[in-house]
């Protein structure tokens, strides 16, 4: 029994509901996908001084909420990022310096 609630209560705490993004309305600027994860990125106020960017990781299909820790998945390593501002990273960032994580 006890093993059954430490399951739970885990993965309760990965897919909680309150994940601190909201996911834009809008088609994201760029989507990766591998095994079971899927990163999108979305571009806000593209092109002015207040370009920012969300990026938001996905778990078979579920929004993954852990934000404490850099990950390591399939597409890559991540680091959570928590703006103050509108311009510059929220949510997940790549942390790898792979063009095709920043551009599109």
């Excluded at 760029?30 to 095994?35: G, I, N, R, T």
């Excluded at 990125?41 to 852990?66: D, P």
């Excluded at 404490?68 to 960032?93: D, E």
Aim: hydrophobic fraction near 40%; include cysteine; charge should be positive.
């Amino acid at each position: 029994m006890k093993r059954f609630l430490i399951s739970i209560t885990l993965t309760s705490l990965l897919f909680a509901n309150d994940c601190p993004l909201k996911v834009p309305n809008v088609k994201p600027d760029l989507v990766l996908k591998k095994s079971d994860w899927v990163y999108k990125k979305w571009i806000t106020q593209k092109g002015t001084r207040s370009e920012g960017y969300i990026g938001v990781l996905f778990y078979k299909n579920r929004q993954y909420c852990i934000n404490n820790q850099p990950i390591k998945t399939p597409l890559g390593k991540f680091k959570f990022i928590k703006a103050k501002y509108l311009w510059g990273w929220h949510g997940w960032k790549p942390m790898v310096k792979d063009k095709k994580m920043y551009m599109k």
